[in-house]
């Protein structure tokens, strides 16, 4: 697919950055979300079945959060992706700027989300534990995302505010 967008304009900036960053924040969401759980559900820390697929979950299984991770990106580009890029006083690139702004949206936003008990429950067992219910995971994320940004992202349609 061909990209409409003039060479600087800050969302291609920016989706070049989210493109850059999938791998190394995707990990760092399954890996905060095991601490989590651990935490959470584990204090005592004895290791049976589940804690077993938690500790030695393979990194293939981040494929399974790239809707997620598309629909984060695409929120984030909607609410701070203006066209115009912002003058930079320090010497860094914009590439660098708007990377460290994406990483820590990311991880601010995921730091939260992952309190939820229903958020984290249902990350892993699309992923980790890996659960038949594929698509049911993957609505349960996309219903968390809508009700806490208030907005829902579309292959086609784009971004749809909900005014709940």
């Given at each position: 697919?061909?990209?409409?967008?003039?060479?600087?304009?800050?969302?291609?900036?920016?989706?070049?950055v989210q493109n850059d960053t999938k791998?190394?924040?995707?990990?760092?969401?399954?890996?905060?979300?095991?601490?989590?759980?651990?935490?959470?559900?584990?204090?005592?820390?004895?290791?049976?079945?589940?804690?077993?697929?938690?500790?030695?979950?393979?990194?293939?299984?981040?494929?399974?959060?790239?809707?997620?991770?598309?629909?984060?990106?695409?929120?984030?580009?909607?609410?701070?992706?203006?066209?115009?890029?912002?003058?930079?006083?320090?010497?860094?690139?914009?590439?660098?700027?708007?990377?460290?702004?994406?990483?820590?949206?990311?991880?601010?936003?995921?730091?939260?989300?992952?309190?939820?008990?229903?958020?984290?429950?249902?990350?892993?067992?699309?992923?980790?534990?890996?659960?038949?219910?594929?698509?049911?995971?993957?609505?349960?994320?996309?219903?968390?995302?809508?009700?806490?940004?208030?907005?829902?992202?579309?292959?086609?349609?784009?971004?749809?505010?909900?005014?709940?």
């Amino acid at each position: 697919m061909s990209t409409k967008l003039f060479k600087n304009d800050k969302n291609y900036i920016l989706k070049s950055v989210q493109n850059d960053t999938k791998k190394e924040l995707l990990i760092y969401l399954i890996e905060i979300s095991i601490h989590k759980y651990e935490v959470k559900s584990n204090p005592l820390g004895l290791v049976d079945d589940s804690i077993k697929k938690l500790n030695n979950y393979n990194s293939r299984v981040i494929s399974r959060l790239n809707f997620f991770y598309k629909k984060i990106s695409a929120i984030y580009r909607y609410n701070y992706g203006e066209v115009q890029l912002s003058f930079l006083w320090d010497g860094s690139s914009h590439n660098e700027f708007y990377k460290k702004r994406w990483i820590d949206f990311f991880k601010k936003e995921v730091l939260i989300m992952i309190e939820k008990n229903v958020f984290l429950k249902t990350l892993l067992s699309l992923t980790i534990l890996q659960n038949d219910n594929l698509s049911l995971h993957q609505y349960n994320l996309s219903s968390f995302i809508r009700k806490k940004f208030k907005m829902q992202v579309f292959k086609k349609k784009g971004v749809v505010l909900h005014s709940q």
